[in-house]
């Protein structure tokens, strides 16, 4: 890595210590890519997220590797797992934990006591989210917000970091809920795990068959990564490309001046300020896994697609004349840039 790239303007971190803490980051992405094949995009994304502080929602269809990668990320990282299995009957308390009747044996008495829940981790794989009940989603409302839980009027701090990573299948899937928007707006990035290529799948059964299988090592600590997402709070963003982002979220805005026709007649919501910082955090933490210690126009376009899919709705009109969320999104970044240029 060179000095260039590792930018005095730190805080309170000098170059080498910067140095070797990017380089422990850059090797956690190899060691995630042993286990896991011909995802290289995906990987990306999670350690952007998880170094930015936010939470991941992955979709793709049963059996693309979603829970491999989500234990082999805590493996790397060195942080304690948690796995729930969503389903039609999962309870809220199934999730936080609740008050459970409890025998003391020095007094003989039966006392009342809080048993926490799975959601007690650092890393909490939520499996296949949209097929519990909206009822049940939301008990990780607060949890993910403001990384606490309230359960009979006490509320209680949960284990720092938090990372909540959620599985769902697509919508069209049988016995699946519409995640609330409330929800999927907590998730920092909607990243898809696309089906593997045929050399990928080749190296997938040549890996997975056989007598032996990669064993990811652990090359981060729950420390590192907390102070990794300080570092990445305080990586600088160029006035310019903050303004981009600011003049690009408001042409996402349907009832907005100046927008384009397919804006207006086909968008239900444009993206929200919560999506522009989300647009703008995830940035900082892309260039701080490349090396840099300063935000590029392409780590805002590395990252546009994953932070804002999920925050961009279409109305009935689009969705009725098949109009691309993606690609619109897409469109109306490169048309807000060329005035800029």
């Given at each position: ?226 102070h990794l997402q300080e570092l990445t709070r305080a990586v600088p963003i160029a006035s310019h490309l903050r303004r981009l982002v600011a003049r690009f979220v408001i042409a996402t805005q349907p009832d907005g001046a100046g927008v384009s026709h397919e804006i207006a007649d086909y968008v239900r919501f444009g993206v929200s300020p919560r999506g522009a910082q989300s647009l703008v955090l995830a940035a900082k933490g892309r260039a701080l896994l490349e090396g840099r210690y300063n935000v590029a126009l392409e780590d805002l376009e590395a990252v546009l697609l994953p932070t804002l899919r999920h925050r961009f709705q279409l ?27």
């Open positions: 890595m060179a000095d260039s790239n590792v930018q005095a303007t730190a805080p309170d971190e000098s170059r080498e210590a910067l140095r070797t803490l990017l380089a422990q980051l850059a090797t956690a992405r190899t060691e995630i890519g042993k286990a896991v094949v011909g995802q290289e995009e995906v990987i990306e994304q999670l350690l952007v997220a998880i170094i930015a502080g936010g939470h991941v929602l992955l979709e793709g269809a049963p059996g693309v590797g979603k829970t491999l990668l989500v234990r082999t990320l805590g493996t790397v990282t060195g942080l304690d797992f948690a796995r729930i299995q969503f389903t039609p009957d999962l309870m809220p308390a199934d999730v936080t934990g609740g008050l459970a009747l409890t025998p003391n044996p020095e007094t003989g008495r039966t006392e009342v006591e809080f048993k926490p829940g799975p959601i007690f981790t650092q890393i909490l794989l939520a499996d296949e989210i949209n097929r519990a009940t909206p009822k049940t989603q939301s008990s990780l409302l607060e949890a993910m917000q403001e990384h606490t839980v309230t359960v009979s009027g006490r509320t209680m701090a949960l284990p720092e970091p938090l990372f909540v990573l959620a599985t769902q299948n697509p919508i069209e899937m049988e016995g699946t809920y519409q995640l609330p928007e409330a929800q999927v707006d907590r998730f920092l990035m909607k990243t898809v795990v696309a089906f593997p290529t045929e050399d990928d799948l080749d190296a997938i059964l040549d890996q997975t068959t056989g007598s032996s299988s990669a064993a990811p090592r652990q090359v981060l600590s729950a420390e590192e990564i907390i109305n009935y009109e689009g969705i009725a004349a098949g109009v691309s969320a993606e690609r619109l999104l897409n469109d109306t970044w490169q048309a807000v840039r060329r005035t800029l240029a």
